[in-house]
């Protein structure tokens, strides 16, 4: 309702809004769900996630500055082609494939010379789904991040859209949902898993040099040991859920960024902190509220507080 007031605040009264959530897809005249439409939308949402994943883990460490985020544009470019041009790239100057265009981007990325030398720090970045993403949301926390020498570890969207598939089983054992519905979702999940397999085995070539997305059901098990999935408002459980996940690859720098007012978040993220520094003592957790009333300087203060508490780990 607010974009909608907005756009007519600003002149454009035609321009539709179609709200998608779980809940469900608004109807309008001018927006069709199809089969094909889906499709596109999940191998979008698969290749931006691995975009993400093999940028942030070579840019620390490029050798020409620069180079990084050229060939992440490069690629962006070509993926843009491959969805708008119907699979031709007049940018390579002929058809890609779903496939190849990951086997490509992982090979590309796993080329690019890096300094040798340690790994940096890894700092891993949680939250709400808009200041976790979004850079004028959360003060370019990941450019924060790497300016400190450290290296960003962002999980994917693709975890937040599934989050509500693992919890049909959890709803029909506790609120007595349909059995169907609970199917319905554990196919959903299969489905999206085979998007994400060439993802996985391109990956793998790479060794264990690139973050490997989690399965979502298995980081809904993982979760459920420190709360219930019934926590399910906001993030819910996800939140938890790919703390663990970092944890479990040796990312024990975590900043989970949240909107002061995120109450749900706020429960299943610095709520969780006391649970999960009892499990695993070596993690080094900082909760940052992002609002417009809040200090930037003092947002600067806690996380280089939290990376210099890093470094000295990593020093010792």
């Known amino acids: 309702s607010l974009l909608r007031k907005a756009l007519r605040e600003a002149g454009y009264p035609e321009v539709a809004v179609v709200a998608i959530s779980a809940v469900g897809i608004e109807r309008h005249p001018g927006f069709s769900l199809t089969p094909a439409l889906v499709h596109r939308a999940m191998q979008a949402v698969v290749l931006g996630d691995l975009l993400q994943t093999v940028l942030l883990r070579v840019r620390p460490y490029e050798v020409e500055p620069g180079a990084a985020n050229a060939l992440y ?3 962006d470019q070509v993926i843009r082609e491959y969805f708008v041009e119907e699979g031709h790239s007049p940018t390579l100057g002929r058809r890609v494939g779903y496939s190849w265009l990951i086997d490509q981007i992982v090979r590309a990325f796993d080329r690019l010379p890096l300094v040798e030398g340690e790994r940096r720090p890894l700092v891993g970045i949680v939250g709400e789904i808009l200041v976790k993403f979004h850079p004028d949301a959360n003060n370019n ?3 924060v991040v790497e300016a400190e020498d450290c290296e960003a570890v962002l999980p ?3 975890e937040f859209i599934l989050e509500s598939l693992p919890t049909g089983e959890w709803n029909y054992q506790h609120l007595g949902t349909e059995s169907k519905a609970r199917q319905v979702k554990k196919a959903l999940a299969w489905v999206f898993e085979r998007y994400r397999k060439p993802v996985r085995r391109a990956l793998a070539t790479a060794g264990d040099k690139f973050f490997q997305p989690g399965q979502i059901y298995e980081m809904a098990q993982r979760a459920s040991t420190v709360l219930s999935l019934g926590n399910q408002a906001g993030e819910g459980w ?6 663990l996940e970092l944890i479990d ?3 024990p720098n975590i900043i989970c960024a949240q909107p002061f007012a995120c109450l749900p978040n706020h429960v299943t993220g610095k709520g969780m902190f006391r ?3 009892r499990q695993y003592p070596q993690v080094n957790l900082v909760a940052i509220d992002y609002d417009p009333g809040a200090s930037e300087v003092n947002q600067l203060n806690r996380i280089k507080l939290m990376i210099s508490a ?3 780990r990593r020093s010792t």
Request: glycine share 12%; net charge negative.
């Open 73 to 75: 544009q490069h690629w």
């Open 141 to 143: 926390v990941v450019g």
């Open 156 to 158: 994917g969207l693709a």
């Open 238 to 243: 996800l939140l938890t859920a790919e703390m």
């Open 249 to 251: 690859h040796g990312v």
């Open 275 to 277: 649970e999960l520094r």
């Open 310 to 312: 890093a470094h000295l």
